[in-house]
């Protein structure tokens, strides 16, 4: 009788074995990924001279260094010491270069942090405040600038630059409100310390920060003096690049430790927005953008966040899990 059933034997398949399948195929896949990355890096603008990169770049904006009353060289260093601890590349701007032009410059430059050391005050309608609020530069408003024809006519035509004073009869300056950051700023992911009076009395700056993809924003709540704001923010500084605190404890930490300023006791440092409380801001990031640029990212439109995280980390990082993988709104830090 001829047996039934299937005859013994070689099992059919590659003449390899499965295992070399996959790892030819997990190889393919990992090549075809860093070529997209790296396509993708080299075509983008979000490049290391545009501020990111693998080295995070940050900025001190010190207008405030522009009076030499307000001038803090102690505040410079200590948290210029700290950023590159974190392991940020610094660019330190000094007062007297704050003008309309450099604002732009390094609104539109796509910084990971900013630190703006910087005159700000509430704009008025008559006795009424407008709720904006306004970052002071240091170069003088001149009418000839606004009027038609001038540097800066569109930009007073659409408020985006304003006049601002310290007192109605000192000298007046240009101002840019929260339109010109929305107009001119690029700041994916970037976390934003605010220095100056009035940070976040409204949140109209705030807003316009995050509208242009900032994760997080801080700032006052009301007055405060250059001395209380240099101490608070080397405290919050330290709190948050050193020891990795969440936003909220960072600035929980640095009220209980500096508290509040003697001179306006009401005054507090806050974040924005309320859900960027749980938020650490990621170090020695390895950036993977994953903007499209044509079709050749887009695969990572659908289910991008598991989708990244998961091959990264079989891929990437050989299955270790002792790196936390983030997606932020546009990049995938590997912290």
Not at 21 to 46: D, G, K
Not at 203 to 231: C, L, P, Q, R
Request: with cysteine; glycine share 8%; hydrophobic share 35%.
């Amino acid at each position: 009788m001829r047996p039934t059933g299937r005859k013994k034997g070689r099992k059919r398949g590659f003449p390899f074995g499965g295992r070399l399948l996959y790892v030819i195929i997990a190889a393919v896949l990992l090549c075809l990924l860093v070529y997209i990355v790296l396509f993708h890096y080299n075509s983008s603008p979000n490049n290391p001279s545009d501020g990111q990169g693998s080295t995070p770049k940050a900025a001190i904006v010190d207008q405030l260094s522009f009076f030499p009353d307000s001038r803090n060289q102690t505040f410079v260093s200590a948290s210029r010491t700290i950023l590159e601890t974190a392991g940020f590349e610094v660019d330190y701007y000094n007062g007297t270069d704050i003008t309309v032009e450099s604002y732009r410059g390094i609104l539109s430059h796509n910084y990971a942090l900013i630190v703006f050391r910087v005159h700000s005050a509430l704009e008025y309608s008559g006795n009424e405040t407008t709720g904006d609020v306004d970052l002071f530069t240091s170069e003088l408003y001149n009418e000839t600038k606004v009027s038609e024809g001038g540097d800066y006519f569109w930009d007073a035509y659409f408020e985006y630059v304003v006049k601002v004073y310290f007192t109605f009869e000192g000298p007046s300056y240009f101002g840019i409100s929260p339109g010109f950051v929305q107009h001119s700023g690029k700041f994916d992911d970037a976390t934003i310390i605010m220095m100056g009076c009035d940070g976040l009395t409204y949140d109209t700056m705030a807003e316009a920060f995050i509208a242009k993809g900032a994760e997080v924003y801080v700032g006052w709540n009301g007055s405060v003096t250059s001395d209380h704001t240099d101490k608070a923010t080397v405290h919050l500084l330290r709190a948050l690049l050193i020891e990795k605190r969440t936003v909220k404890n960072a600035i929980a930490e640095t009220m209980d430790e500096v508290g509040p300023d003697p001179s306006f006791e009401d005054s507090k440092l806050l974040y924005y927005p309320v859900g960027a409380e749980n938020y650490v801001i990621p170090l020695g990031r390895v950036v993977f953008p994953f903007q499209t640029n044509g079709c050749c990212l887009a695969c990572f439109q659908h289910e991008t966040e598991r989708w990244v995280t998961r091959a990264l980390k079989k891929y990437i990082l050989g299955g270790h899990i002792s790196r936390d993988v983030t997606c932020l709104k546009n990049s995938v830090l590997i912290v």
